[in-house]
């Protein structure tokens, strides 16, 4: 438990994304997690029926209460929803988290296509919160989003990451899940010059409500432990392939179903607790 990694991101009761799948990976990988609730999604594996805003001062007096108790670790940032939460998150990490990695996925629309980010907050996503952070994972349609390119090729996606770190992250980490190809390879690129590709065979399963959301905290419970980053990401994305891998012939919801964030867990001997 010396190991502490703080979720900021949004809910869901399904427990296959935000918050919850954020709690379930900090666990498997040996982190305490801890978290600070953003909004309040009404969603399944289906879709998202309603998304319901959380007060400005609930937020901000949720990271009071974890800073001035547990200083974290680590912070893995997922689901904002709006500006003003947004700019209140900002203004405190700004303040009180200058020495704590800060991964953040910028979440835009939930796997059922949905939206999780209103429009008008993305620009303060990017000049506000992204030149604070230590790494960003969006996948490839949330860095056309973002930037305005959309890559087919591993080439094209060099291109995009350079211009992703233009908004002020150390490292970018651009998912390659979205391209038409036999493997699923991400790409690392740092300020420095420095470029990683992370490849993998393609899991063919329905069943990956909440992998964004899951990659970015895994990343982050690695980060917690003092790993460098190369390692983090590189853990982070076997654990991840696991997960879909072991639940790709499950069935839980009659939508996008969750991965498994506890294959090398279950099953548990019961028996032996």
């Known amino acids: 438990m010396q190991y502490k990694a ?42 998202v029926k309603h998304c319901y805003t959380i007060p400005l001062q609930a937020i901000e007096d949720q990271l009071n209460a974890i800073f001035e108790d547990i200083k974290p670790d680590s912070i893995k940032i997922g689901m904002l929803f709006n ?33 999780l980010l209103l429009p008008e907050a993305i620009n303060s996503l990017v000049t506000q919160l992204m030149p604070l952070a230590t790494l960003i994972t969006p996948n490839l349609p949330e860095a056309a989003t973002f930037c305005g390119m959309n890559a087919t090729n591993e080439a094209e996606m060099l291109e995009v990451g350079k211009k ?36 993998g065979p393609r899991v063919h399963s329905r069943n990956t409500h909440g992998t964004g959301c899951t990659l970015s905290a895994a990343i982050t419970a690695c980060l917690a432990q003092k790993m460098d980053l190369h390692t983090s990401c590189r853990i982070a994305k076997n654990y991840l392939h696991q997960a879909i891998h072991a639940a790709k012939d499950e069935s839980v919801g009659l939508g996008n179903g969750p991965v498994n964030h506890f294959y090398h867990f279950w099953p548990v001997q019961l028996e032996d607790i």
Request: proline share 4%; hydrophobic share 40%.
């Open 83 to 115: 500006s003003e939460i947004i700019e209140t998150i900002a203004s405190f990490l700004e303040k009180n988290a200058r020495d704590i990695p800060i991964i953040i996925d910028p979440v835009t629309v939930a796997k059922s296509g949905d939206p």
């Open 164 to 199: 992703l770190l233009e908004f002020g992250s150390k490292y970018v980490l651009l998912k390659g899940g979205h391209m038409v190809s036999h493997e699923a390879n991400d790409l690392l690129i740092g300020t420095d010059g420095d470029t990683h590709w992370f490849t």
């Open 6 to 47: 703080l979720s900021i991101a949004g809910f869901d009761g399904s427990g296959g994304a935000g918050i919850q799948a954020d709690l379930k990976t900090f666990s498997a990988l040996g982190a305490y997690g801890m978290t600070v609730l953003t909004a309040l999604p009404i969603q399944n594996t289906c879709g």
